[in-house]
């Protein structure tokens, strides 16, 4: 029962223009959302994270967008580079839990074609 | 400098050895954690440890034995391999004990490919 999807396993796009990563959560205890990002033998990086109490947060050419009723959040890259090619995972976390366990999407495979 | 450190990056083994995937971070975090990834590419904790004190020990079989000797560490052991155990495994740490509010994020190892043949 997977809490955390991630219904596209890859994302095209071109140089410039928009990328647009989108995840779907089950459980609506979920109040923190993070978006990594992970390039191949690497690591997953921190990238960007919202908590439910808003529903947008920016920096630089990243924005995560949360739609509560929907269950559904977003990551918008404007404009994408050739560097942004890598896997996106989104994850969540139960703030109530007390344990801090997060809950990894499958990941979405962004290529950046200049 | 790497932050967070595993060793070994790869490791082939048979069915039924034992094995030992070590991790230790250098940013000064009071917890640490095991993530594992599969065939799938689901990322799923493991466990985790705040301070050397087990915080989360998920659905995993008991052949799976952390340790974590200081709060630098956290080593994972692997008795009696099978094939299913064939995976990438995660070590992350982060700065908070991560209570009610999370607003900490993990910093992620470079994973340790486990192939069981």
């Known amino acids: 029962d997977q809490q955390v999807k991630q219904n596209s396993p890859s994302l095209s796009v071109q140089e410039g223009r928009i990328s647009i990563l989108n995840c779907d959560y089950t459980?609506?205890?979920?109040?923190?959302f993070l978006w990594y990002k992970k390039y191949p033998a690497e690591g997953p990086t921190f990238l960007i994270s919202?908590?439910?109490?808003?529903d947008k947060n920016e920096d630089g050419r990243f924005t995560v967008f949360l739609n509560k009723s929907a269950k559904h959040l977003s990551l918008h890259i404007v404009p994408s580079q050739p560097g942004d090619s890598a896997v996106y995972f989104c994850a969540a976390s139960d703030g109530s839990s007390n344990t801090g366990k997060l809950i990894f999407g499958q990941g979405t495979t962004l290529q950046v074609k200049p | 400098d790497t932050a967070v450190s595993q060793t070994p990056k790869y490791l082939v083994t048979q069915m039924g050895n034992d094995k030992s995937i070590k991790c230790e971070q250098n940013?000064?975090?009071?917890?640490m954690y095991w993530y594992k990834q599969d065939s799938k590419k689901f990322l799923k904790i493991m466990f985790s440890?705040?301070?050397?004190?087990?915080?989360i020990n998920e659905t995993v079989p008991n052949r799976f034995s952390p340790k974590s000797p200081d709060k630098a560490h956290l080593n994972l052991h692997i008795n009696s391999l099978e094939l299913g155990d064939s995976a990438v495994y995660f070590c992350a740490s982060s700065q908070e004990f991560l209570t009610g509010g999370f607003g900490g994020e993990l910093f992620f190892g470079e994973g340790s490919r486990l192939t069981v043949l």
């Open positions: 919202i908590s439910s109490i808003k």
């Open positions: 459980n609506s205890m979920f109040d923190y």
């Open positions: 940013l000064g975090h009071d917890t």
């Open positions: 440890y705040n301070n050397k004190e087990l915080i």
